[in-house]
């Protein structure tokens, strides 16, 4: 790591440090900003290239309020349907819980839960802070900001809410799971039907689900709080699931965006006459 840096200005390294002016110091003094020579930038702008493009997606079809339902399938982005405004859906898809006084999209009723969920969640965090904040933009690479403060003080201490996001997201994810199984009714909503819409959403509630459940507050629920594990097979074996997608954290964070605006890319398109959903039987 110490390639290419002068010896002399790490101190402690040969001789006295407060000989050579330099004094008690808790970590080294190296001249340059960091000692990384390989592209440490990479993931980070990667990182924010891919939430700033669903970040602009999303907006655009959270505000859009049209194209969201092509019988028999419903955007994720618009389900549940609260909203009085709705299309008209088949029973058990629109809620119809804010009257008429509700004149925007009804998506932005609904985002709240999972895009809250997914801001405060424990990897989003990281990967935002390092692609834009820059906080730290990676390892062993300082920031550019005078002082740290962590999550200590408001507005970031909010990021606590986590755990509490995540029960709503289990309630989305129920209801996005009695969606993908509406899928599988043709569009006079007779049952025992198949298209290529029925796979997209089927895909996506089993990401969503992939991603829920590998959540660090869910691991805590199933498994924290108890002395030990003998005493709770049951949750002993859960937490042992829940541990094993716990680790694919990251990368069910990537796959379930990815599939969540595909999910909704596929339902704007066929609701509004740029593809028909080819049927399987
Ligand atoms: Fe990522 Fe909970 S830590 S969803």
Redesign the pocket.
């Known amino acids: 790591m110490a390639t290419g840096t002068d010896p002399s200005a790490v101190a402690g390294s040969t001789g006295d440090p407060a000989a050579r002016g330099v004094h008690h110091a808790s970590r080294a003094a190296i001249r340059e900003r960091h000692l990384r020579r390989d592209r440490w930038w990479l993931a980070p702008a990667a990182t924010a290239a891919g939430l700033f493009a669903f970040v602009v997606y999303s907006t655009w079809r959270a505000f859009a309020n049209g194209d969201y339902y092509a019988a028999p399938y419903v955007s994720p982005f618009y389900s549940p349907c609260l909203a009085h405004n709705c299309v008209p859906m088949p029973a058990g898809a629109d809620w119809d819980l804010f009257g008429p006084w509700w004149g925007l999209s009804p998506a932005l009723l609904v985002l709240i839960f999972p895009l809250g969920?997914r801001l405060t969640?424990?990897?989003?965090r990281k990967a935002y802070y390092r692609g834009f904040w820059a906080s730290p933009p990676a390892c062993a690479v300082p920031e550019p900001h005078a002082k740290y403060t962590g999550e200590t003080r408001f507005p970031l201490i909010l990021q606590n809410v986590?755990r509490y996001f995540?029960y709503f997201a289990v309630l989305v994810a129920g209801v996005l799971t009695y969606d993908a199984v509406l899928g599988f009714r043709n569009a006079d909503g007779e049952w025992g039907h198949m298209g290529l819409g029925t796979l997209v959403l089927l895909a996506n509630i089993i990401l969503i689900w992939a991603?829920t459940l590998s959540?660090?507050?869910c691991r805590h629920i199933v498994g924290g709080r108890i002395r030990n594990f003998s005493r709770h097979p049951v949750r002993y074996r859960m937490w042992g699931w829940v541990s094993a997608l716990n680790a694919r954290?990251m990368l069910l964070?990537w796959a379930s965006l990815v599939s969540v605006a595909v999910a909704d890319l596929y339902v704007y398109l066929v609701a509004s006459g740029a593809f028909d959903d080819p049927r399987f039987f």
Do not use: T
């Open positions: 969920f969640c424990y990897y989003y986590h995540f991603y959540c660090h507050s954290h964070a």
